[in-house]
């Protein structure tokens, strides 16, 4: 062997081994000098220049650095998402989310569908707050067919909503620990949530899409089964939250993970547009049901619970205050429940006249709000939704840049996102 | 398609029944914003909990600020941003809808947006979060937002070539071939009005489609 | 005929070691399945045998029966032998735990030195593994392997040097003998228990320290593309691993093959072996229980806390242990 024979890198020879076949095929090259865009396919898109400013941004690789795919099928991107993360080792230097992959359509469909129709459509948006997808909507074509549901809907629509909202948010305690390797809370938030899963199941007939809601009112009054189940639960909830938060709450990892972790002051988070349990664990007192109140909460008595901090764990303590809070309104909107019908006496096919109605709730995400748009006909000429987990994103690649890997799925956990809500 | 009502009546337009979900204090709001903007006087319109205004899209940018910094407006808080096409032959929309801890209603702006060309300035300079927003109104219906440093697609693959949410939409890939073809005109190609498509597409992805071999 | 008895059994014993490799990780791993069931209020396996007893039995079979996928540009001779390297460190290092005064497979008298020099060859294993596989997730998980075993593998061993200093030998079966005549060692060296029982976990990759593995994050670490029998090594190592750590820290700290103080420590002849073998498995149970409530408890420690936890508490903790011992050692010559 001679000094100056160079034995090419088997890397270099596939490569030109490529690049000479797309030569002889008379196809562009594949590969792009490095420096430029050079991570591209190594993430699986279609090789193409980068679009916008942004995309050249994260997708161009410094020294040290890598692309990192968390894809859609991941143990932990809580549903169909994929996360582009460029690292340097374990430092995270950018994020880029690519969401989509779970995308129906629900707001093109809406616009073929009637209005009782459309309510069934959007039960599987937020998947664990089905209540709350079908509430805005039901008040928004309400106000377009200016009817109001009777005060005793009123009040099981609230009743449901807070149920749900309890179960959600044990479950978001779950998730948080296991995407931090516990294993266990996210069992006991499932217990905690078939529960209350069984309760609405008696009372919808369906155990996770309740299709519950109509224009007018709810569907069905409660019957023996929900209330003999309520009680129940009643009795022991409180006891099964402390159980359940107590194995995590004051663990030393559990705290050395989340404190400090993700921190999100109010201003960013205004200016980002997350609502919900998130912008108020950053200590800003934005709480639709009292900021501009809507169903019956002007007659219950609650406050805007805050935490100081806005690190994960504020917000994992700010569900368990709004757990707590859920079940006093629960307590309270039993001990007012009046009789009365649970549905407005409203025509089989009803025509609203042309109009645009607006209505937001808080769902246990966020601000979740309908611009519904009628134009006479029997099916809403526009059906837009806007769903918090969707704005709530958008956090992550503002909060990440600095962090380890690790703290990625955990800060993502603590903003509880659902990918029903953000695809749509 | 009908117009859209624009009555100030309350009573008319909801019917009767209707129980007031906010107290219509909404006089103030309007009060103000006649005083602050008295040129989009004719475009206000109110209902007991949402106060409406209109522009054309080029002020977008001066007018939202101008409700987010002034101290006795203050809205600071974006709730939603929705793209609306009013049809084939009628302008787009951009509705901005904006909350403020000084006014019980909610506060509805309506943008104007040319079909023909769909430009609107990007609200992201005042408010980070209305990326994703506006990403996704450039998906789904195809309105380009100037100044955005991300407008690419984000439901939609993107090498995608139409816009979903558009009136003039369609799917004549699978309309024609399923087997409930021909129940409704959408699926029977010979109802379609080929002239009345719009033939719009992705800036960055046709320059680069049509660079290629 | 002194040397070919000698090579014999040298023989029996080290096949009889192999052999109870597989059956300890079979019950292990059961243990586990329940006992994580029990914690999460669920059955766990209650079909395969009585009580679900043959659960992991049939995991091992069925681990068998899957298809052995290497994948197109990983680096075959090494991404083979990856597997075998961990699980031979720890089978070798099961050659010397002192199940009972006459049984323990190879009675060195360096035996902890042997045991931790050997336990060290699974970082080389998991790093080996990482890289051959051609995945971003593989070789994250790899390099955090190394960094992990590679700091918790000097307080762990320090810590041990206390007892080494107190009892005057480095043979087990010697240490054990101490611990009969002065009374277990963890009366005598608490903090080198501590010590060493949170970098055992963290030597074996047990929550709270598996970042190695981390399945939130990582998918796999470094075991992501490997399938079949091969990651059958890899899981079976692991168990293996606990087992013996367990093991080996009781035959340190509470004692091997003594039973604890209402019984007779130890009886003679043939009925001696079977009782301390009997006392050693239900000791060592016992603290691999403990490490399976533990990890069904506990959440995962991030990577640079981890790395923290070793080098800034533990072992300067393990120095400042060493040294009291020593000098109390000196002092009151003991």
Redesign the interface.
Known sequence: MTSDMKIPDPLDLDRDEEARLRRVAGLPPARTPAGEYAGFESVGLPERPPQTERESEVYTLEEGEMLVNMGPQHPSTHGVMRLVVKVRGEVVTDIDPVLGYLHRGIEKLCEEATYTTVLTYVDPMDYLGTMHNEHAPAIAFEKLFGISAPRRAEYIRALVVELNRVFSHSLMMGFLALDMGGITPILYGFINRDEIVDMLAAISGQRMLFNFFRVGGVNWDTNDEFLSRLGTWRSHVLKNVEMSERVITDNEIFRARTIGMGVLSGKEAISLGVSGPNLRASGVAFDVRKAHPYSIYPELEFEVITQAGGDSNARYLQRIAEVKQSIHLIDQIIDKMPHGPVQAQVPGIIRPKPGRAYAAIESPRGLYSVYAISDGGPNPYRFRMRDPSFVSLQAIPKLMPGRLIADTMAVMASFDPVMGGVDK | ?????RSRCAAD???????L??PAKAGALVRLLLDRFPDLAAGLWT?E??V?VTIEGDRNVAVLQALRDDPELNF?????A?A??YGVTEHLEV?Y?L?S?RH?A?L?VRARVNRADPHIPTITGL???????ER?MYD?MGILFDGN???????????YRSF??RKD?LLPDDAADSSAAGVRPLERPETWDLTRLSDELAP??IA?AEG?? | MELLLGVLRFLLSTTLILLLTVPTAFVVIQMELKIIAGAQLRYGPNRVGPWGMFQSTIHGFKVLAKEDHIPDQADRATFTLAPWMVYMAAAMSMLVIPFAPGAIAADFNIGIVYFFAVLGLSVVGLLVAGWASYNKYSLLGGLRSAAQMVSYEIPLTLSVVGAVVLAGTLNFRELIEWQRAHGWMLVWQPVGLAIFYVASLAEINRTPFDMVEADSELVAGPFTEYSGMRFGFFFFAEYVALFIMSGIMISLFFGGWLAPWPFPAELDGFAGTVYGVLWFFIKTYIFVALAVLLRVTLVRIRVDQLMGVAWKVLLPLAMLNLIVTAAAVVVFKL
């Not at chain 2, 337009?13 to 129980?19: D, F, I, K, N, T």
């Not at chain 2, 440093?149 to 090498?159: A, G, K, N, V, Y």
């Open positions: 398609m009908a117009d859209l009502c337009r909801l019917g009767r029944r209707r129980a979900t906010a209902d909990d949402t409406e600071f808080f974006l709730a939603d929705a609306v096409d509705v809808h909350y801890d019980p909610w509805r408010w980070e979060g209305a990326m994703f927003h996704e789904m440093r991300d407008l690419r697609r984000i439901f939609m693959s993107p090498d979903p949410q939409f960055g992805v680069h290629e071999s």
